[in-house]
């Protein structure tokens, strides 16, 4: 049986992302409130990572912790903000949720991990691409591709028991597809994996900031739906 979760960090990496990092943390701090005041404490925390821009202005405004590097590779990052959050934690009851800046959870997000932690030590949840950054046609092609709950895996809808994390040492330093390698280390040692919960709305740009990450391949179903 697993045991309870008292603690909640949140970690949220961010490449100049002054733009979206505000709408991210208001919808955050919403999931947080909507826990209610006998819930989990919660600590939020933004990686500025090789900001050139405004981006730590808008995290100071938010009143989150920030920490930062200098890697420009997502890994890094979120493994940054998960020691930083992490200090004085009790590993066995402390859940670890990342996302990512540019996307915007919805109000149930964290209960839907703190209900996953009830039964198991890893969350693999949902995200969509926003709407109105895709033709019709290219979002209908991404819901077609990912009818499976729990499947897929992104960052921006990911948690873990801290413990469970630790376990398998953490986010690789590795600028794209670390959360799929996490999730694959966890599974390796038999960790229960749920799927499920409300999606987290990401952005639907084609121009990312991790090579080969999401926005790569929204960008393979746009050039799919081009007429050759």
Do not use: K
Not at 62 to 67: F, L
Request: with cysteine; proline share 6%.
């Amino acid at each position: 049986m697993t045991r309870g979760i008292d603690r909640i960090n949140v970690v949220v990496p961010a490449h100049d992302e002054a733009v979206l990092l505000g709408r991210c943390l208001t919808h955050v701090r919403a999931a947080v409130d909507a826990l209610g005041p006998q819930g989990p404490d919660v600590r939020v925390v933004v990686v500025l990572d090789a900001c050139g821009d405004s981006s730590a202005a808008v995290a100071a405004r938010a009143g989150v912790t920030v920490v930062e590097c200098a890697a420009r590779n997502v890994g890094v990052a979120r493994a940054v903000g998960v020691e930083a959050a992490g200090a004085g934690a009790d590993p066995a009851a402390t859940w670890l949720a990342t996302t990512d800046a540019d996307s915007v959870v919805p109000r149930g997000w964290l209960l839907d991990h703190l209900a996953a932690s009830l039964a198991h030590d890893v969350l693999v949840g949902g995200v969509r691409p926003d709407p109105a950054d895709l033709p019709d046609e290219v979002l209908g092609a991404w819901l077609a591709a990912h009818t499976r709950v729990g499947h897929h895996v992104h960052g921006a809808n990911l948690g873990v028991r801290l413990s469970a994390y630790r376990a398998v040492g953490g986010f690789r330093p590795i600028p794209t597809g670390e959360d799929v390698a996490l999730v694959a280390d966890l599974r390796s040692l038999g960790v229960a994996v749920a799927g499920g919960g409300h999606p987290v709305v990401t952005s639907g740009r084609v121009q990312g900031r991790a090579p080969d990450g999401f926005a790569g391949y929204l960008r393979t179903l746009v050039a799919a739906r081009e007429p050759a």
